[in-house]
């Protein structure tokens, strides 16, 4: 029974690619997120998205494209991949519209290496 | 400025041993949350406790629980009765954001915490 699931898990690309990555919840959940983590473990928001409307944009490279198709679903997009973008990308979700008292519930990320 | 402060990259503990994880965080907020996640070699993340700022009681969660000094602005997660499983990278996260709005959680560098048998 997963909660958060993410594909693919892991992602090899040469640079200037294009690749996604699908995120799924079915918990029920308002808000989902993505995080990146880079190689020094060190986790950041990318975006949020409540009820398919983008709440959080992060400074993020217009490089990258989140697609919300439904509330349950959470896609990023990356378009011309470059090294730097080689990290752990993580999925997200949180009951209601935020976050409140409640934890995020993260997918099992997925692992991108860019070459 | 960094709003999420863990001072210890890498922390050892004998197996059956309690652990101190410490965290500070800087915020102007009167009401806030603080959330402590584990990271095993495995990769993923688990939540194990949860703070709110205005809750008058420590939080507790099985051998887990959180030293909350709300003056001092800390939040260090203490293990009880330390396992060869908790071997693992420790997270301490801030709620931030407009609540009901654009929240989000900003996470510290983490804690390597090792468990020697």
């Known amino acids: 029974d997963t909660a958060v699931s993410q594909t693919p898990k892991y992602l090899v690309t040469q640079m200037g690619n294009d690749k996604s990555i699908k995120c799924e919840q079915n918990l029920g959940h308002d808000t989902m997120y993505w995080y990146k983590q880079d190689s020094k473990k060190f986790l950041k928001i990318m975006f949020s998205?409540?009820?398919?409307?983008?709440?959080i944009n992060e400074t993020v490279p217009n490089r990258f494209s989140p697609k919300s198709p439904d509330k349950a679903h959470l896609n990023l997009h990356i378009n011309s991949l470059e090294l730097g973008d080689s990290a752990v990308y993580f999925c997200?979700?949180?009951?209601?519209?935020?976050?409140?008292?409640?934890?995020?519930?993260f997918g099992n990320g997925t692992r991108l290496t860019v070459t | 400025a960094q709003k999420i402060t863990q001072t210890q990259p890498g922390m050892f503990v004998q197996e059956k041993e309690a652990v101190t994880l410490d965290c500070t965080y800087d915020t102007s907020d009167q009401s806030y949350g603080l959330f402590w996640y584990k990271q095993p070699s495995s990769g993923e993340m688990i939540f194990l406790i949860y703070q709110g700022s205005y809750d008058e009681q420590n939080a507790t969660e099985g051998r887990y629980s959180l030293n909350f000094q709300k003056a001092r602005k800390s939040a260090n997660l203490v293990i009880s009765a330390s396992q060869l499983g908790d071997s693992a990278m420790y997270f301490c996260?801030?709620?931030?954001?407009?609540?009901?709005?654009?929240?989000?959680?900003?996470f510290g560098k983490g804690t390597k915490l090792t468990v020697n048998p």
């Open positions: 997200a979700s949180s009951q209601g519209k935020g976050i409140g008292h409640s934890p995020l519930h």
């Open positions: 998205y409540n009820n398919k409307e983008l709440i």
């Open positions: 996260a801030m709620r931030e954001g407009q609540r009901g709005g654009s929240e989000k959680l900003v």
